[in-house]
């Protein structure tokens, strides 16, 4: 079984060989399945910065809401792709329109991704902070580059 790290070191001439279906697994298994797991741990973070910080940062409202909004979409997303479009693919009959909302909804992420960058200077956390919010921004971080390196594999070997 891969890790959601996993993501990151595949090896893409070996990847680029397999059949579709191996392809969809792999994606399943590094990324789908951890996603929501993760992207809760990371709201949860969120809460308790919000909760420790509420008086001292301005925007932190604004952050957790457009991170909601990127956690929803990629749930949203990871769904839509499991339950109905990889079968479509791996069987050969996706519609085009189907792939390209698919390659949209990966567009509308990574914009709301590139949003919530410039709210928090790039995942700089202030000066003066405490360590469980320099822990939300470096998973912020770590969750973009493994959602990014997944719509990157989506998009360019199994969205074709």
Not at 72 to 80: K, P, V
Not at 87 to 108: F, G, L, P, S, Y
Not at 142 to 156: G, I, N, P, V, Y
Request: hydrophobic share 40%; charged share 35%; aromatic share 10%.
């Amino acid at each position: 079984m891969m890790d959601y790290k996993d993501i990151m070191n595949i090896d893409l001439e070996e990847f680029e060989q397999m059949d579709m279906r191996s392809r969809v697994k792999t994606i399943k298994q590094a990324f789908h399945r951890s996603a929501p797991v993760l992207l809760d741990e990371i709201e949860q973070s969120a809460r308790r910065v919000i909760s420790a910080h509420y008086k001292d940062y301005e925007g932190l409202s604004g952050i957790y809401l457009n991170f909601m909004e990127i956690k929803a979409l990629t749930i949203m997303d990871n769904n839509i792709e499991d339950r109905d479009l990889f079968v479509k693919i791996i069987q050969k009959t996706a519609k085009k329109e189907e792939i390209e909302d698919a390659r949209n909804m990966h567009e509308d992420i990574r914009e709301l991704w590139q949003e919530l960058r410039e709210l928090t200077d790039d995942f700089t956390p202030p000066a003066d902070t405490c360590p469980t919010h320099i822990d939300l921004y470096e998973m912020f971080s770590e969750m973009e580059k493994l959602t990014l390196a997944s719509f990157e594999l989506e998009d360019r070997y199994i969205f074709n």
